[in-house]
């Protein structure tokens, strides 16, 4: 039906900046959001930004200044530039697709993001 594939994280230095990436394919009818979560072993996910099908965009107040969301309508893909990064930042990072009507959650396989020196 709906498959979201991630790609781009990895290992940087506090301070700098990386890319993620998360490709959508399949079937998907209606208006959606789409957003990005990250997860800390033995945490809760959060959510760090969203993209609303209206246009509008949320952050998360941790990220606010530092990150961006954005889209390639071309390319089906969604981006999380993520610059300024911090320790904190450490997480798995998950692309989340939710539909607006019948709402069903779309979730990507999750990509690593190290922040260490």
């Known amino acids: 039906q709906v498959q979201l594939v991630e790609s781009g994280g990895g290992l940087v230095q506090p301070g700098g900046s990386l890319r993620l990436s998360c490709a959508a394919s399949g079937s998907v009818f209606g208006i959606y959001d789409m957003g990005w979560y990250r997860q800390v072993s033995g945490k809760q996910r959060e959510l760090v930004a969203v993209l609303i099908s209206g246009g509008n965009t949320n952050y998360a107040d941790s990220v606010k200044g530092r990150f961006t969301i954005s889209r390639d309508n071309a390319k089906n893909t969604v981006y999380l530039q993520m610059n300024s990064l911090k320790p904190e930042d450490t997480a798995v990072y998950y692309c989340?697709?939710?539909?607006?009507?019948?709402?069903?959650?779309?979730w990507g396989q999750g990509t690593q993001v190290t922040v260490s020196s």
């Open positions: 989340n697709l939710r539909t607006k009507i019948s709402p069903t959650s779309y």
